[in-house]
């Protein structure tokens, strides 16, 4: 008996330091983003690598799917960042979408979310597979609008880091959960600086306008 406990005791210690690296990787990631630092991509790198194996261990499968995809957006997000920098030789670029485009998206994200839950309700054991399949499929397309510097993807991060405490904290991963209450917090912060270089770019443009009439 005394055994189990101590195996029962070392694997919760490990899981919580897991925990504790992946949020501490994952919080990084998020305040270098906000201020347009290349170096969030290896972060997002490493921190989805640990959190893939604590959601395998949560019998969160939508979430270790989502981890993979991370992964190869971290990737493409290094990459993208970079062509617009050189393009631009700002590092502080940023893009803006029409309302009708996120209308679409919305739209469209909302539909695979449904499919997607009806998939991993008949024929997986997750839990909370609905809200799960939306929380993923949200953030699968916030990333990519994260990777293309669209400044309303912090408002998606609010809602998603909303949906994601409440699951954390029914499955007991009370990091994470503190996580997404700092990522709600950090993700208004993100959309008012973006917003914030987005106006000035706009200016900057209409003066250079301007100035060549």
Known sequence: MTELWQQLLNQWQLQTALELIATVLALSYTVLAIRHSLWCWPAA?????????????????TDALLQLYYAGMALYGWWNWQQLRNQSGLAQQV?????????RLISLTALAGLLLGYLMQQYTSTDFAWLGAQ????????????????????????????????????KDLYFFSALFVIYTLTAASGYFAWR?????????????????G
């Open 45 to 61: 790198l490493a921190s989805t690598v640990l959190t893939l194996q604590i959601m395998l261990s949560a019998n969160l499968y």
């Open 95 to 103: 893009v803006e979408w029409r309302g009708s485009q996120h209308l």
């Open 135 to 170: 929380i993923s499929c949200f953030a699968v397309v916030t990333t990519y609008l994260v990777a293309k510097k669209v400044v309303s993807n912090w408002l998606y991060w609010i809602v998603i880091d909303a949906a994601s405490i409440y699951m954390y904290l029914q």
């Open 196 to 212: 914030s270089n987005y106006r000035q770019q706009q200016l900057n443009n209409a003066s250079g306008i301007c100035a060549s």
